[in-house]
């Protein structure tokens, strides 16, 4: 099993947890776990809510603007096709509604760390996706 499908399967064994690990956490524990540092330390630990991670981050009403925040001091430059392995923030429709979300591309799917389950699926758009590499 290559490095992103076993980090997929630790996002399947650990539950969802607002400020913990959570869809843009999970995201930077993947990013970590190639080496890099925490892209989003200053978020880890300060809210425990959809509601509380927005009024500390902003990530509900802008979602690229806080991973942009994170990665790019990274030096993860922002590209127009995603290839496997990057992440991104993508729509896409959970349980009959339309969300942006962070996510990480599977090459033509994209894997969501959803807070019932790993979504893996199409997305509806693409809004915003950054290459990725090890450290």
């Not at 959570?22 to 524990?29: G, N, P, R, T």
């Not at 190639?34 to 991670?53: F, I, M």
């Not at 902003?58 to 430059?77: K, S």
């Not at 019932?116 to 590499?133: C, D, E, M, N």
């Amino acid at each position: 099993m290559d490095h992103l499908y076993a980090h997929l399967h630790r996002w399947m064994a650990e539950p969802f947890v607002w400020g913990k690990s959570d869809c843009i956490l999970s995201l930077a524990d993947y990013v970590m776990s190639l080496g890099h540092p925490d892209p989003a330390a200053k978020w880890r630990g300060t809210y425990d809510s959809a509601l509380t991670c927005q009024r500390v981050s902003g990530f509900l009403n802008d979602p690229v603007r806080l991973i942009e925040e994170g990665v790019a001091p990274l030096g993860f430059a922002r590209v127009q096709q995603a290839e496997r392995g990057d992440i991104g923030v993508i729509r896409f429709t959970d349980d009959g509604k339309v969300v942006s979300t962070g996510a990480i591309c599977l090459g033509n799917n994209w894997a969501v760390r959803g807070e019932q389950r790993l979504v893996i699926g199409a997305p509806i758009s693409v809004v915003a996706a950054w290459r990725v590499f090890h450290a």
